[in-house]
């Protein structure tokens, strides 16, 4: 019988990359419990400067430093509201008891590691049945866990400074970035990064920090979502809503059909577009960090057009590149190529559709 005091130690994070203060976190959770579940958060979620690597690398980069099975490793994607994002890590856990021979789930225990450091860290206090050990306090004073900044590393990765990464990832994540450094991936994140810098320092003057106001419309008809792929950065080459920023003499419902025609062409005339907005169920998307240009508050219409033996046409214009109908089952797949948080978005919306 183990002398561990728990079946199952949680540990979650974005590893944007794996450094070595994961690395610590992971060998303290082998130390408290017979295994160690990763967390791997914003799954499945396109590439940008902050969310550089697939779910699919960060977990290679785990398993690389990690190879025992001791050490279990699951992605979890974001999601509107909060409360389906912790039933995805609740349903982690359990399928991970159920694998070690454990379906009591009541009586497991359970312990997530982490450091309540600030509001980002609100989702420690989530799991009531589970023990809280803050990693900010050691669990032990030899392990001592250097304090590294993700965002730290990334900034001087696509700066192309590798000396200042060296010391602060394991060897296997420094080899897998080496790899990286000379795909045209690398190549795409190093011009996103650079757009958002320039992006804010445009903004540097304002004697505020701006918030911005958006709009976006959510276009079904027949099972179907209406997408722009944009033409530019960011997210150039990413499928998203139509939509934009709206201007200073109109009102936010005319914004999101002006966005509408000019970015996709629609074939339906404005009072029958006006007319099909669920007004009712208009919908506010103000996440703090939604948007990588700073806080931008959207506002999404559910346009529901009257089915029709064909989808109308339409054509990529002004910022898009292409405009397209997308079966919805194909959407729920396409979150590495949807713009921002747009399939969240598409995710809360449709289901109005019924009401």
């Known amino acids: ?9 949680v540990f979650i994070g974005r590893m944007q990359p794996l450094h070595n203060g994961h690395v610590q976190n992971i060998k303290n959770a082998l130390e408290i419990a ?8 914003s799954a499945n979620q396109p590439r940008t400067p902050k969310n550089p690597f697939t779910v699919v690398e960060r ?4 398993k690389s430093v990690f190879p025992e099975n001791r050490v279990h490793v699951e992605g979890v994607e974001d999601y509107y509201p909060d409360a389906l994002w912790l039933k995805n890590v609740q349903t982690a856990v359990h399928k991970n008891l159920i694998s070690s021979g454990i379906d009591d789930f009541a009586e497991a225990k359970i312990a997530i590691l982490g450091h309540d450091k600030d509001h980002t860290s609100f989702y420690l206090n989530e799991f009531p049945t589970w023990d809280f050990i803050d990693i900010g306090h050691r669990l032990r004073q030899e392990d001592f866990i250097q304090i590294i900044d993700a965002t730290d590393i990334r900034n001087a990765y696509f700066d192309g400074n590798f000396d200042h990464i060296v010391s602060q990832v394991p060897d296997e994540v420094y080899s897998f970035l080496q790899n990286f ?12 990064q650079a757009y958002f810098i320039r992006y804010k320092q445009e903004w540097d003057v304002a004697p505020y920090t701006p918030t911005f106001v958006t709009t976006d419309a959510v ?9 722009v792929k944009r ?21 936010l419902e005319e914004g999101v059909i002006r966005e509408l025609r000019e970015e996709t062409r629609l074939k339906v005339p404005v009072p029958v577009i006006r007319g099909s907005i669920k007004r009712k169920h208009t919908t506010v998307f103000d996440a703090p960090n939604r948007s990588l ?8 219409f559910l346009i529901d057009l009257e089915p029709q033996p064909k989808l109308p046409k339409v054509r990529g214009a002004d910022d898009a590149e292409e405009a397209r109908w997308f079966p ?3 959407v729920d797949a396409m979150g590495s190529i949807l713009f921002e948080d747009h399939k969240l978005i598409i995710q809360t919306m449709i289901p109005k559709l019924e009401d």
């Open 1 to 9: 019988m183990s002398e561990r005091k728990y079946e199952l130690a």
């Open 34 to 41: 017979d295994n160690a579940l990763v967390i791997v958060g």
């Open 59 to 62: 977990t290679r980069m785990i």
């Open 181 to 192: 450094y000379t795909s045209p991936e690398y190549n795409a994140l190093v011009k996103e």
């Open 219 to 227: 276009v079904v008809q027949s099972g179907h979502v209406l997408l």
């Open 231 to 251: 033409r530019t950065q960011p997210g150039k080459g990413l499928w998203a809503l139509p939509g934009g920023f709206v201007n200073q003499n109109e009102r």
């Open 293 to 300: 240009r700073g806080r931008t508050i959207t506002n999404a």
């Open 328 to 330: 919805l089952n194909v």
